[in-house]
């Protein structure tokens, strides 16, 4: 605020030559108007806005110096000199966007972020304010914290969006809800009208759900369908991801990777690049860490936890699975017999506890030399005392 | 500091143990207005023109004319007097604290029109007030809450200056904020 009173202070002792000068002689409204604009940052776009329909007159009192310049400029008819008339001329009215802009943006700070949003609408100058206002960040992470910074996984990460704009995409997401069930429909609801919006149907049940931005990912059967949750239009699907049910899916935080398990214990990777007309999936790898159905999974970059009925976790690294296998996933996977549900028996309790990480619980460590990554496993009982 | 002041007056009043000095206000429209030093600084603007000496005869302020002055001065009075009979406290610009018994008199002290209002926007601006630029911000943001961009506009006599498709533009991008 310091700043701006420094500069009308110095404007003022500019424009106190002016001000007694002009009771007898008029100021050029472009004259006027650049001294003003070189120390505000006035709304460039109104103080030329001469509307002859509007009976704007000159506004006779100094005081409304920053904002009667919008009056001088549109009274191209009639320059008058500005006279010291107590009385505002009936038809002047001194609108909000006459203040300059850091004065707009003290008042837009006591909105909240909805009553922002409704502030852009109103005219093309306050919405420039509103959405370039620096409440948009605290906004953000006053509700959802600091955002996680792009991943070296999202090739496909689009430019840095305002804060606005982050803050309205989450919005919206934490407005719809999404459930799934055995009916094999998922409904989209919204939140504040509590009412479905849409409902999407699938061939099988419904086992698990990820939404993510304006999608949703769910599982059916063993097949994976991607979403348009707006629309309700199918974008892709995965047939027979899994052998048996794929039970539980997870995704990346930019949506470009997705992560399913299924009844078969195995853990499938695949790459979503969106188009125009809809989606291209690629897998990109898989592993098979656990002897039963994998019912739950969880991801945050680069780690994806899965949680099966064979009583373990298995924490993965991606990175390592990425860089080794990209692009020739397929070839370096186990395959999965498909007439037999049980995969091969890996994990059992004769591993080897070579490194013990200091700091963690009792779990054992063994290395992965068919696919070169690194599992942690934890037995049964140690869960339960988690 | 130089004493700045033509009169040197003891006032009656003395309400501090400060020195009751005062100083001479000079509005954009020639009115002249005596108050105490203490009350003239609460603008910080005042203050700084005070503490460098510059207030010889009066102080000129041409961005405010006598209506505004008289009414920032009232401001500035009923602030410091509060400020002096509660606690001390490290600044008086707790205008808006609700345990304040201030909220009142200010609730009546900002129903004006909004003329009155902007123009006392920017007189604390300039005088650097910030209990009044706070208070005076926070009224006109109260004026927009609840209200619809068409109703925004009315009360405070914007244009409109989307085309139709743009302001559907607008409108779709904050959909999220009428719901």
Not at chain 1, 328 to 351: C, F, Y
Not at chain 2, 131 to 160: S, W, Y
């Amino acid at each position: 605020m310091e700043f701006v009173c420094q500069e009308g202070t110095e404007d003022s002792k500019k424009l106190v030559s002016c001000v007694e000068n002009s009771c007898v002689e008029h100021i050029e409204p472009n004259q006027f108007n650049y001294k003003l604009k070189a120390k505000e940052t006035a709304l460039s776009n109104l103080t030329f806005d001469s509307k002859p329909e509007n009976e704007r007159s000159v506004k006779p009192k100094p005081v409304s110096k920053f904002h009667s310049k919008k009056a001088i400029v549109s009274s191209n008819k009639s320059k008058q000199p500005l006279s010291d008339d107590d009385d505002a001329l009936p038809n002047f009215r001194p609108s909000i966007t006459d203040l300059p802009a850091a004065l707009i943006s003290e008042i837009l700070n006591c909105l909240d972020p909805k009553e922002l949003g409704i502030v852009s609408c109103v005219s093309e100058s306050l919405h420039r304010l509103a959405s370039e206002h620096h409440v948009w960040k605290e906004f953000y992470c006053e509700r959802w914290g600091l955002p996680i910074a792009p991943t070296p996984l999202d090739s496909g990460f689009s430019n840095e969006k305002s804060w606005k704009e982050l803050y309205a995409e989450r919005e919206f997401r934490s407005n719809t809800m999404y459930s799934g069930s055995w009916d094999m429909t998922v409904r989209v609801w919204d939140r504040f009208s509590m009412k479905c919006l849409t409902v999407l149907r699938h061939s099988d049940w419904v086992w698990g759900l990820a939404p993510h931005d304006t999608t949703v990912a769910s599982t059916s059967g063993s097949d994976v369908y991607i979403w348009d949750s707006i629309s309700g239009t199918l974008i892709t699907i995965i047939c027979s991801a899994h052998v048996g049910n794929t039970y539980s899916v997870a995704r990346s935080h930019t949506g470009n990777y997705l992560f399913t398990g299924g009844e078969d214990g195995a853990i499938h990777m695949f790459k979503i690049a969106r188009h125009c007309t809809g989606a291209a999936v690629s897998q990109v790898s898989t592993w098979i860490p656990h002897s039963g159905p994998v019912h739950s999974l969880a991801f945050e970059f680069p780690w994806l936890v899965s949680a099966s009925s064979d009583g373990k976790l298995s924490l993965i690294d991606v990175r390592k699975l990425l860089g080794t296998c990209k692009g020739k996933s397929i070839s370096r996977t186990k395959h999965v017999d498909k007439n037999g549900v049980e995969p091969p028996q890996r994990m059992q309790a004769d591993l080897c506890p070579k490194k013990k990480k200091a700091g963690c619980l009792p779990i054992s460590k063994s290395w992965n030399e068919a696919e070169n990554s690194l599992l942690l496993v934890a037995s049964r009982h140690l869960l339960s005392g988690v | 500091m130089a004493s700045s002041s033509t009169s040197v007056v003891v006032s009656n009043k003395e309400k501090e143990n400060k020195n009751t000095k005062k100083v001479t206000l000079k509005s954009s429209d020639g009115e002249s207005f005596e108050v105490d030093e203490s009350v003239a600084m609460e603008s910080q603007t005042i203050k700084h023109i005070i503490e460098d000496g510059c207030a010889n005869n009066e102080i000129p302020l041409p961005n405010v004319t006598s209506g505004i002055l008289s009414r920032v001065i009232e401001y500035c009075k009923k602030h410091k007097e509060a400020a002096g009979e509660s606690e001390p406290s490290v600044t008086s610009y707790t205008s808006n604290s609700t345990t304040n018994p201030l909220t009142e008199w200010d609730t009546e002290f900002v129903k004006v029109d909004q003329n009155t209002l902007f123009d006392l926007i920017l007189a604390a601006n300039y005088l650097d007030i910030k209990g009044l630029l706070d208070l005076t911000c926070k009224t006109v943001a109260d004026m927009m809450k609840g209200k619809t961009p068409q109703e925004i506009r009315e009360t405070f006599h914007i244009k409109n200056d989307y085309t139709p498709e743009e302001e559907a533009e607008v409108r779709k991008e904050n959909q999220w904020a009428f719901e």
